[in-house]
C-alpha cells in the first residue's frame, strides 16, 4: 500500500473517531447548554468568526441611504429603539440590565462608539436587525413586521445614540412616534435588499 493510500486511510479514521465522539457527547447530554456556562476561548472564538464572516458576505451588497443623518429619521428611530432594543442594549447612563445579565453571549452596549463606522456598519447593522442571529437572542425583526424603512430609521438612530446624554436619549424617545414599524412617511424609497440572505431563515451582538 502506497504512503498517499495509507495517509488517506488514516485521515479518514480520524475524521471517523473524531465523529463519534462528537455524537457520544451530544446523545450523552455532556455539552453544557446553558447560558450561565461560557464557551471556551477556543469554540467562542470560531463562533465568533463565522458570525463576523457571514454577517459580511451576506450585507456586502447593501446600500445605506445617504439620508442616515436626518433628524426625521433618528426621531423615528429613537420609539422603537425605546421599545425594542434598549432591554438588551442599554441606553445612556445605564451600566447593565436584568435581561441583559443573563444572556449569552451578552448583547453589545450600543450607547458606546461602535469601532465599524461608515456604511460598511450601517449595511452590518441594517442585516442584523433584519435577520437577526441564530442563537443569540438577536430576533429578526422583519419577521415581526418591521419594513426596511423603519430599520433604516433604527440604523439611523444607533449612529447618534454613543453622543447622546441621558437626558437627551429620553427626550428623543419622547418626540418619536413611538413602537412604528412603518418607519418615517417622508422617507424616499429604499434601495432593495440584495444579500445572498434571502434564502436563509437567521439579524447585529
Given at each position: 500500500?502506497?504512503?498517499?493510500?495509507?495517509?488517506?486511510?488514516g485521515?479518514?479514521?480520524?475524521?471517523?473517531?473524531?465523529?463519534?465522539?462528537?455524537?457520544?457527547?451530544?446523545?450523552?447530554?455532556?455539552?453544557?447548554?446553558?447560558?450561565?456556562?461560557?464557551?471556551?476561548?477556543?469554540?467562542?472564538?470560531?463562533?465568533?468568526?463565522?458570525?463576523?464572516?457571514a454577517?459580511?458576505?451576506?450585507?456586502?451588497?447593501?446600500?445605506?441611504?445617504?439620508?442616515?443623518?436626518?433628524?426625521?429619521?433618528?426621531?423615528?428611530?429613537?420609539?422603537?429603539?425605546?421599545?425594542?432594543?434598549?432591554?438588551c442594549?442599554?441606553?445612556?447612563?445605564?451600566?447593565?440590565?436584568?435581561?441583559?445579565?443573563?444572556?449569552?453571549?451578552?448583547?453589545?452596549?450600543?450607547?458606546?462608539?461602535?469601532?465599524?463606522?461608515?456604511?460598511?456598519?450601517?449595511?452590518?447593522?441594517?442585516?442584523?436587525?433584519?435577520?437577526?442571529?441564530?442563537?443569540?437572542?438577536?430576533?429578526?425583526?422583519s419577521?415581526?413586521?418591521?419594513?426596511?424603512?423603519?430599520?433604516?430609521?433604527?440604523?439611523?438612530?444607533?449612529?447618534?445614540?454613543?453622543?447622546?446624554?441621558?437626558?437627551?436619549?429620553?427626550?428623543?424617545?419622547?418626540?418619536?412616534?413611538?413602537?412604528?414599524?412603518?418607519?418615517?412617511?417622508?422617507?424616499?424609497?429604499?434601495?432593495?435588499?440584495?444579500?445572498?440572505?434571502?434564502?436563509?431563515?437567521?439579524?447585529?451582538?
Amino acid at each position: 500500500m502506497s504512503n498517499l493510500n495509507q495517509a488517506w486511510i488514516g485521515a479518514v479514521a480520524t475524521l471517523g473517531v473524531l465523529g463519534l465522539t462528537g455524537g457520544a457527547v451530544v446523545y450523552s447530554g455532556l455539552a453544557d447548554v446553558s447560558a450561565d456556562t461560557p464557551h471556551g476561548p477556543i469554540v467562542y472564538r470560531l463562533l465568533e468568526t463565522a458570525r463576523e464572516r457571514a454577517i459580511a458576505r451576506r450585507s456586502t451588497d447593501i446600500t445605506p441611504p445617504m439620508d442616515l443623518d436626518a433628524a426625521e429619521r433618528q426621531r423615528q428611530g429613537a420609539g422603537n429603539y425605546a421599545a425594542m432594543c434598549a432591554d438588551c442594549h442599554l441606553v445612556p447612563g445605564e451600566e447593565n440590565s436584568e435581561i441583559r445579565r443573563g444572556l449569552y453571549p451578552i448583547p453589545p452596549d450600543l450607547t458606546r462608539a461602535n469601532a465599524t463606522e461608515g456604511s460598511q456598519g450601517a449595511a452590518r447593522q441594517f442585516w442584523i436587525i433584519k435577520h437577526g442571529i441564530k442563537a443569540s437572542g438577536m430576533p429578526a425583526w422583519s419577521k415581526g413586521g418591521m419594513e426596511d424603512a423603519a430599520i433604516w430609521d433604527l440604523v439611523a438612530f444607533l449612529k447618534k445614540l454613543p453622543g447622546l446624554s441621558p437626558e437627551q436619549y429620553q427626550s428623543l424617545v419622547e418626540a418619536s412616534d413611538g413602537h412604528s414599524h412603518a418607519g418615517a412617511p417622508h422617507a424616499e424609497p429604499e434601495p432593495a435588499d440584495k444579500g445572498h440572505d434571502h434564502d436563509h431563515g437567521d439579524h447585529v451582538h
